[in-house]
């Protein structure tokens, strides 16, 4: 178990620059999700994969963010045409089974993103 | 919707205090209810959980009672360590909605020496 590993660690853009994250779960995980944090408060569901289908995505996520999971391995999140309010921490999850079902998460350590 | 709210930190406490970190929740139905932990520089943690009423979740000396009637999840540790020092999270998963948690806004403890 090497743990859910995000990147980069920081990534700072410029206003309207597309930007990517990579999250790599562990290997033997089928469920991936995505939340962001802001500062000072809890992290907010974005989006969640099931092997490669996304089949979840949260009214958060505009039509300027998309996902990926190709072959249901690493999962990518790209946030076209950044903002400011874009400015948070990305953060990846995986687990083997669902959450209710005794599925428990995993979370990697995050992806800070700084929009100037 | 769904949600949690915490108590409003940041929590300062001398080694071998009580802790409690309220927290209740607005959920349709009965979710199951978590505590996760972040410490400093790492990802978050899960730290229990409980997926009933009256369940009790337990781990590293600190427990949580699922209350229904009260809506409540409250964590508490009879003595804490400095080294439990970190951002605390109630979240709720909802049925029907397994896929996803609901976070509240977290609790930043720090304990003295």
């Known amino acids: 178990d090497t743990g859910v590993s995000q990147n980069p660690r920081h990534k700072i853009t410029k206003r309207g620059q597309n930007v990517t994250f990579r999250c790599d779960p562990i290997?033997?995980?089928?469920?991936l999700y995505w939340y962001r944090q802001t500062l000072g408060q809890g992290p907010e569901f974005l989006t969640y994969f099931q092997n490669e289908a996304q089949l979840e995505k949260s009214r958060l996520l505009s039509d300027r963010f998309s996902a990926e999971r190709p072959k249901g391995s690493f999962s990518t999140l790209e946030i076209q045409r950044t903002e400011q309010g874009d400015s948070a921490m990305y953060l990846c999850?995986?687990?083997?089974?669902?959450?209710?079902?005794?599925?428990?998460?995993?979370f990697g350590s995050g992806t800070q993103l700084s929009v100037l | 919707g769904d949600s949690v709210t915490q108590m409003e930190g940041p929590v300062t406490l001398s080694e071998e205090a009580f802790l409690t970190i309220n927290c209740t929740y607005t959920a349709t139905g009965y979710p199951s209810l978590f505590w996760y932990v972040q410490y400093p520089g790492e990802g978050l943690q899960l730290l229990l959980k409980a997926t009933k009423a009256d369940d009790k979740g337990s781990n590293k000396g600190f427990e949580a009672t699922y209350r229904k009637e009260t809506t409540s999840f409250h964590l508490e540790k009879g003595s804490v360590q400095v080294s439990d020092s970190a951002v605390y999270f109630c979240?709720?998963?909802?049925?029907?909605?397994?896929?996803?948690?609901?976070f509240g806004s977290g609790t930043q403890l720090t304990v003295l020496p």
């Open positions: 290997s033997e995980h089928n469920r």
């Open positions: 999850a995986s687990s083997l089974g669902g959450v209710t079902s005794g599925g428990k998460l995993f």
């Open positions: 979240a709720l998963s909802a049925k029907g909605s397994a896929r996803q948690l609901t």
